[in-house]
């Protein structure tokens, strides 16, 4: 599968943003996805993960309460709808996907074997 991570942006503190994640294939929903971030000079953060069928959401405790992570498996793609945005946030964002039809979170990055370029948010004060 093939990831397209999109909708990055600048804004200030306090606003919303909503990044998308499209996949390729027809088998999409074979896969569980998450979100991971890095800012510079940092290592890669675990954000969210959503399971195979959208059923099942795990959230970093640094984004719990302002993010919300979601799917269209028709439409092949994943969401993540950022609210109350925090300079902290400011990163690279990446989807990745691995294949999981039993339901499961992953939140560690070496459980997931396909990922997206990533999309640059920036988040001034």
């Known amino acids: 599968v093939q990831l397209q991570a999109s909708g990055g942006g600048l804004l200030q503190a306090g606003g919303s943003l909503r990044l998308s994640c499209a996949a390729s294939?027809?088998?999409?929903?074979?896969?569980?996805v998450g979100w991971f971030r890095q800012a510079p000079g940092q290592e890669r953060e675990f954000v969210v993960g959503?399971?195979?069928?959208?059923?099942?959401?795990y959230y970093a405790d640094s984004v719990k309460g302002r993010f919300t992570c979601s799917r269209d498996n028709a439409k092949n793609t994943v969401y993540l709808r950022m609210n109350s945005l925090k300079p902290e946030d400011t990163a690279v964002y990446y989807c990745a996907a691995r294949q999981d039809r039993d339901g499961n979170v992953w939140s560690r990055s070496r459980s997931y074997d396909y990922w997206g370029q990533g999309t640059q948010v920036t988040v001034s004060s």
């Open positions: 294939g027809r088998t999409f929903s074979r896969y569980a």
């Open positions: 959503i399971s195979n069928r959208g059923d099942s959401t």
